[in-house]
């Protein structure tokens, strides 16, 4: 049985490594960027959203976007809140404890759906992206990024030029251990995916898997 909320105790420390970690920044800030190139206003959800830092680097780049994080820790969503407030976010950046898989959204209420580093932790990912298609309006997005378990030698060989021997080391082997997915995997939920999308796809970018639905 997966464990799909970070626990709150956890929740502090996890704030602090994602904030300080130069790998998990520079996927933020990638992922931020993707979607200020498609999207400037409107409305963006992201799912499992932890302390906010993705919706918060959205937000600096986008001030026409309205974004709703939610993560099913409630610690995680204090701390979130708390960071909007200091970073001066929390007019059009909000946060609640909700499930993807049982969204407390109207029909087609989102522009853009994301989720960064959470899909692993999902108990029933084609049931949520049938959630997730429910609160999405016509022909829109679906970006979800995870981390790939079965990178490419070279891949791995870049990551330790860029990071240097022990954050690399940390981040392919201690933090994939159990937050990563092997593209055979992706492709399996994908294929298990009901009507709804008309356009799905999953690729390698480097150590990042993306997955790309269209409503």
């Not at 999902?122 to 979800?144: F, Q």
Request: a positive charge; one cysteine or more.
């Amino acid at each position: 049985m997966k464990i799909e909320a970070i626990p709150d105790f956890v929740a502090p420390l996890y704030s602090l490594i994602a904030r300080k970690s130069l790998c998990i920044k520079d996927i933020h800030v990638a992922v931020a960027e993707e979607v200020f190139s498609k999207i400037s206003s409107g409305r963006v959800l992201d799912i499992g959203t932890g302390p906010g830092y993705v919706p918060f680097e959205i937000a600096k780049r986008a001030s026409g976007l309205e974004i709703t994080g939610i993560d099913l820790s409630p610690k995680m969503v204090e701390i979130a809140g708390k960071n909007a407030v200091d970073l001066g976010f929390s007019n059009r950046v909000k946060f609640q404890v909700a499930n993807a898989g049982d969204l407390p959204f109207p029909d087609g209420y989102f522009d853009l759906v994301i989720s960064t580093l959470s899909l692993h932790h999902w108990s029933n990912p084609p049931a949520y992206l049938k959630e997730i298609c429910r609160v999405l309006k016509k022909n829109g997005e679906v970006y979800i990024y995870d981390l790939r378990k079965d990178t490419a030698r070279e891949v791995n060989t870049q990551v330790k030029k860029k990071y240097g021997w022990f954050l690399s080391f940390l981040f392919l082997n201690i933090v994939r251990a159990h937050s990563s997915m092997t593209l055979k995997n992706a492709e399996e939920i994908l294929s298990s995916l009901g009507p709804g999308f008309s356009k799905k796809s999953v690729q390698g970018e480097g150590i990042i898997l993306k997955f790309s639905l269209l409503k």
